[in-house]
């Protein structure tokens, strides 16, 4: 029969400025008492973007499930053996703890993970963190009651294709493990155990005297020999440096915190946002290794290989890291899509005859194509030249997404000259890859969904291939590059294909293609070209935004296992009914584990920022280069600090009780700025650098604005 334990998560916001320290507690009864095949999807989370680390409890032994974004087995071959794997699993046997309740609290502000274990006699409290400033895990074990006997153990999962050794030097217990046969890239990672305060593999753990563990983790692509390294770093390790790593791991999540922040009414809302933003801070920093599909690695099967899914599973969370202004986590997501344009480039030749890149479905880091030579699709039309594509061209063109809008809410230079090859093959793609015919530019052979066809001008692709010209104008021109190319790309954009539409029910929505698939019961691709695709904003004609909220109101998509992360935004950006929104996003909030992770959904992190996202769109979005404040019901109250707006600027107000005020604008770049008058019919007088300036009026107010300049606003 299976054992069943209550888990509690509290979750303590220590968040600045508008947003009050809030600690939030959940509750779930009779969860699964094991970590879950696939993810920690509801267990208690760490990490610091580089290592992660989960707990789960069974039969008297409390598992952390160790594993890192840069540890896989890196093969290009879909033979289900490629893909993250864990690291190494530190096992703590309780004697005595068979039939012991289970509950843990998790810190939000640092990440802190405090379990309880208790029987009638005994209780072991374990709090356990992951330092954000050095791939170090401190956990402390303190006993109820009376002493409590804990053996430790250091595994990892029965692996054939993993090369596994372990050991002890002087009295630190070690683990090395890796992948060097049959792999493209080797791989190699190392754990090294210590006890700062006893001394003996079974411990019996004394009333006032706590056991500390420390563990240090590291792989090859940070250290040449991880091993050596990672029992030179424990080795330094003791009760002093503990105290000193805490302090800089509790100043780093301070800054974090501080990078903006908002303050809603609903408080299961502000829980949601901020734990979201705390699951990207905490699986998402590694420049060169994103996280995968499930962020958490607890096993060597994940589904789908846990790869980097390149139809938008991969992209979804980090959707939202723009405007919350945490652009250190939201970096690491180009990495594998540059690191693969080599492949890219052969298939566009290869299977197009086109230049440019055309890309799988799914890939790994560093080049890693682990959807290659898929057996089960080897005779069928999803798979071409060796790559499974689905007849989908478009995931190339759908992994440009986040670099414009990393490119839009920056315009830094610098960034833009790094994604600026991998843009310039988009457009080449796409370039030879449409046909012209009756004044028009047609997509042909394109599935809309995973196998969906030879579709016609999919709706999401004319998205897509919007926002690329219009990215590469934008870069062609900041950068002085290919400019002479821009006449071809501003043809494109006025004469390409008008989005398909049909009748459903009576009212006009759009159609998913305008050959082929017209709509999809359980997806929501059919308003992507809204959102994440931003091709439609407030700014279009009247009858363009009442066709796209007809399909919203059809589709009623606001909890869909695939695409929730992108439904809400695309209701924001069209003007969609805020009360509606407001009111299902907070049903979608309820619908979770206690650590975020959306209830029931297979896809592991892609919502983790769906309702950061939604929120900052409605306290201020951005698209198109206008901004507008507080699309939310009326009678709300709101704040928000420092979310982070196309043009490179960072804004900031407050709506208390109707009134607008504290509107501030912070210029990193200098460009013009164009804000939907916060106060209608009113002037308004533009405060620059604490000087007073000019007064404007009008339902739009434009400005000029200098580099690094603070604009205050204030109604007149």
């Not at 895990?137 to 804990?150: D, M, N, P, Y």
């Not at 299977?351 to 890693?368: A, E, H, S």
């Amino acid at each position: 029969m299976k054992r069943y334990f209550i888990i509690l998560i509290s979750l303590f916001l220590a968040i600045p400025v508008y947003a009050q320290p809030t600690a939030y507690k959940n509750r779930w009864e009779k969860a699964p008492s094991r970590i879950p095949h696939n993810s920690s999807v509801d267990a208690p989370l760490m990490g610091n973007g580089d290592l992660t680390m989960s707990v789960g409890y069974k039969n008297g032994k409390l598992s952390y499930y160790l594993s890192k974004n840069d540890f896989w087995r890196l093969r290009s071959k879909a033979d289900g053996l490629s893909g993250p794997r864990v690291v190494g699993i530190l096992d703590l046997k309780i004697e005595g703890f068979n039939d012991a309740s289970f509950s843990a609290e998790q810190l939000l502000n640092n990440g802190i993970t405090s379990s309880w274990l208790k029987n009638q006699q005994q209780g072991l409290e374990a709090k356990s963190w992951v330092s954000a400033t050095d791939n170090l895990i401190f956990i402390e074990l303190t006993a109820t009651g009376k002493a409590v006997k804990v053996s430790i153990g250091l595994t990892a999962p029965d692996n054939s294709m993993a090369n596994l050794k372990t050991g002890k030097s002087e009295g630190i217990d070690w683990l090395n493990r890796s992948f060097q046969d049959h792999v493209d890239i080797s791989t190699e990672v190392a754990v090294a155990i210590k006890q700062l305060n006893y001394t003996s593999d079974t411990i019996n753990i004394e009333l006032g005297k706590p056991l500390i563990l420390a563990l240090a983790v590291e792989s090859n692509f940070k250290a040449k020999d991880p091993l050596a390294h990672v029992l030179s770093q424990i080795k330094k390790i003791n009760t002093r440096s503990v105290t000193k790593i805490a302090q800089k791991h509790n100043q780093w999540w301070e800054r974090y915190w501080n990078r903006s922040s908002v303050m809603v009414a609903d408080s299961v809302l502000m829980k949601a946002y901020y734990q979201g933003l705390y699951t990207m801070a905490a699986c998402s920093r590694d420049p060169k290794f994103p996280p995968g599909l499930f962020g958490w690695v607890t096993t060597e099967t994940p589904m789908w290989n846990g790869d980097y899914h390149l139809n938008y599973n991969f992209q979804a969370p980090f959707y939202g890291l723009f405007s919350a202004n945490r652009l250190d986590q939201a970096i690491p997501h180009d990495a594998p899509l540059l690191d693969f344009m080599l492949r890219g480039e052969w298939y566009a030749k290869n299977v197009t005859d086109t230049r440019g890149i055309l890309y799988p479905v799914g890939i790994g880091p560093l080049g890693i194509e682990v959807t290659r030579d898929f057996e089960q699709y080897m005779h069928g039309p999803n798979f071409e030249k060796g790559g499974l594509f689905f007849g989908q061209r478009s995931n190339a063109a759908y992994g440009l997404l986040n670099m414009a809008q990393h490119w839009r809410t920056t315009h830094d230079a610098s960034y833009g000259k790094k994604i600026y090859p991998y843009a310039l093959a988009v457009a080449s793609f796409w370039e030879d890859y449409l046909k012209y015919e009756g004044g028009k530019y047609v997509i042909y052979g394109d599935a809309i969904h995973e196998g969906s066809g030879k579709d016609k001008n999919p709706i999401l692709s004319l998205g897509l291939v919007r926002n690329t010209f219009d990215l590469m104008i934008d870069l062609s021109s900041a950068l002085k590059l290919d400019e002479k190319r821009q006449e071809k790309w501003k043809d494109i954009l006025n004469k390409l294909s008008d989005f398909p539409v049909q009748t459903r029910n009576g009212v006009k929505v759009f159609r998913y293609t305008e050959e082929g698939t017209a709509w999809w019961n359980d997806n929501g691709l059919g308003i992507q070209h809204i959102y994440p695709a931003n091709a439609i904003t407030l700014d279009d004609k009247d009858e363009l935004l009442t066709i796209a909220r007809n399909t919203i109101g059809e589709m009623k998509r606001w909890h869909d296992s695939n695409t929730s992360n992108s439904f809400f935004a695309a209701a924001i950006r069209v003007g969609y009914d805020p009360v509606v929104i407001m009111d299902e996003l907070h049903k979608y909030a309820l619908r979770t584990y206690p650590n975020g992770f959306d209830l029931n959904n297979p896809h592991g992190i892609e919502n983790s920022c769906t309702v950061a996202n939604a929120l900052n769109e409605m306290l201020c979005m951005s698209a198109g280069n206008v901004i507008r404040l507080f699309n939310i019901p009326k009678g709300q109250d709101a704040s928000f600090k420092n979310i982070r707006a196309w043009g490179a600027f960072l804004v900031s107000a407050r709506l208390d009780k109707g009134q607008v005020s504290e509107v501030k604008i912070k210029s990193e770049k200098g460009k013009p700025c164009m804000i939907i008058n916060p106060w209608p019919d009113k002037k308004v007088l533009l405060i620059r650098n604490g000087k007073k300036a000019e007064v404007l009026y009008g339902n739009r107010i434009y400005f000029n604005t200098k580099i690094n300049e603070l604009i205050e606003m204030q109604s007149l």
